[in-house]
């Protein structure tokens, strides 16, 4: 599927827009800290398991608990309308409206009524809607929408929003803080006084109650809810909650996880309608479906709906950090935006977002509903790539070629001696061959402008293991080693060191020649067939040996292996067991050097080897949770780790993503972790993934040739020479 013109377009225009990039680069830098002081002391893992189970009960039991809460909305003088869709909701507001007579609404944040385009339908009929949230106001003069669920315009310098001011009160503004928002306090003020209807959304829906809970910094959902006569709640149907405590567990979760504040300024209950000045007073509450229900009702899908809406999937994303919400999601941003595109505005809106998540797993990692979006993501891949197709580059790539182990490996073998004219020496710390520059024609695909591209081994790995010599006379443990394309043919050396280190620990290696590619860049296109075929190849190929373990040294590959070959096996009883029982045997090589073997206590005394840096690897850390261990390794081995900025900041490789659909974005995604490398001021950055070592090796190999990437193991065993 070929990228949608207009949608490169602005990714570019997002790309060439530096000042985007550097406002989302300062919030994000800035939220990692002041999130991690946020929940110091807490277990977020706890909180958010807890978060979840209760979701998860609301979603089992919504019809009662709907019927609970508008039973006691309504015996709190609350009327309640159910809209199947936006424009039943709109049209509800719009008629409520004119019934009233109203002509100005004010209104605070609503995310639902950006969904619905409620403005729009308002404005048709002449009745003006007022947005109070400052961040909101701020985009609602510039006629855009919210980049950011929690702060509406958090791609906006001050500078952009003096000029924004200036022009709608007719005067220069200086651009600074206080002044801004003075203009902004002393325009605003009046709406809730003249407005006729105050409308706010809903954090939550308390269905024990019939209440409503609001979680705001501002103040004016209070003035919307309290000060017009009559009050409008527009919310999704999936803002229920069971009681007070539920929504009181949620809010210890919600601004620590949105913004890294420990309570928002605001936290506000509202049952029934409140009294105004002893005049009548009216609460509205529509309750919106708008596509909740379609969610609910997916069993891949619907764990999005435990969503609380923090943004925190946004804030953590180098997608997003790179384009921005208006490029990287539609009304709803980021991880969760894709999902929620997809059901509640289509999957033909939702396609190419769908393919610009990276895959980096940053958003699950820090979602405090414990929301998987990366394997919902991937799900909503796989039915674009049904729909729509995956073009004709993978179509080949998997289904004809990576199926078929025998004609792959040929032609991979191939590839290395037909690569030679493209080739040249390689650059500092490598005898490898690299490639630093294609032909023209390729040069519009950003391949070698900006980084080397790793030759193809001369010898790949499984055909050197036949001549490996391993004299372990008494192993403790047999282990089967999954080597994973980029160490097999890209960097083989990877896999001898392995077997070096493990020899030195007693551990004899088994390599089934076999085994195939793991399939994770088929399942991550979207082509699940392929994905599963792979599986079963690779689950034949090690069950047919007797072994303690497997290991891997990419986090990729393990990942695929533990997760991927049991979720894509699960309906099948022939191979499921099977896919199990290796799963349950298969780890990352450094956690099995570590929490296994203790190697770090075993390597012995070992000579100071200088300074260091790590990158964490994406699928390493939050897919593997393994970051300790390789850090206790290398320390064992004699270097000194010298932690970089945002250690486990994605590389900006994703597979095919760096190549076929993404690159540009990539680009920039890899030019943040080589700032960070080069400013740890070492020679040396250690890493676990041979997809990030292609990445980085490129684009170092381009920014600073003398500074040298390489896998842990192989720096395991250059201590073990040495020594």
Known sequence: MAINPSYKKSVDDAINNPKLSKALHLFGDAYLIARENAYRGLDFDAMRQELA???????????????????????????VFIAKDVKEANDYVVNLAKKKGAKLIAKSKSM??????????????NIRASETDLGEWIVQLAGQRPSHMV?????????????????????????????????????????YFDADIGLTGANFLIANTGGIGLVTNEGNARLCATMPDTHVVFAGIHKLVRNMEDAIKATRLLPRNATGQLLTSYVTWIRGTVPSDGKPKEQHIVLIDGGREKLYESKACRDALRCIQCGACANVCPVYQTVGGHVF????????????????????????????????RSCTAV????????????????????????????????????????LFHSMVRAASKLQRPVTHEGRAHSEKRIIRHLPMHFMDRDFTEWRDLPSVAETSFRDMYKDIKQEVTNPKYKVGFFVGCGADFVYPEVGTSLIKVLNALDVEVVFPQKQNCCGIPALYSGDTGTGVDLAKQNVEAFTEHNLDYVLSICPTCTMGVKRDFCERLADDPEWSPKAEALAAKTMDASAFLENVLGASQKLGEAHELGEITYHDSCHLKRGNNVHKEPRALLSASGFEIKEMKNSDRCCGFGGTYSFLSHPQISKQITHDKVEAIKGANVKTVAMDCPGCMIMLKGAMGKANPNIRCAHTVELMAEALDNK
């Open 53 to 79: 189970g209760i979701k998860d009960e609301v979603r089992v039991r919504r019809k009662e608990l709907l019927e609970e809460f508008i039973k006691n909305a309504e015996a709190a003088g609350s009327k």
């Open 112 to 125: 639902v009524s950006e969904e619905s385009h409620l403005n729009k339908a308002l404005e048709a009929e």
């Open 151 to 191: 702060m509406p315009a958090i791609h906006m310098f001050k500078e952009d929003v003096a000029e924004l001011f200036g022009k709608e009160v007719g005067r220069k503004l200086d651009p600074e803080i206080k002044t801004l928002v003075d203009v902004a306090r002393e325009r605003l003020r009046q709406e």
């Open 329 to 360: 999601g539609s009304i709803y941003i980021s991880a969760i935006g894709i999902i929620l595109t997809a059901f509640y505005e289509g999957l033909d809106k939702a396609k190419e977002i769908t393919r610009a998540c990276i895959g980096c």
């Open 367 to 406: 979602c405090p509903s414990n929301i998987d979006l990366e394997e919902i993501i991937l799900h909503l891949r796989n039915e674009v790539t049904k729909e729509y197709g995956m073009g004709l580059i993978k179509n080949v790539a998997f289904k004809a070629v990576m199926k078929n182990r025998g």
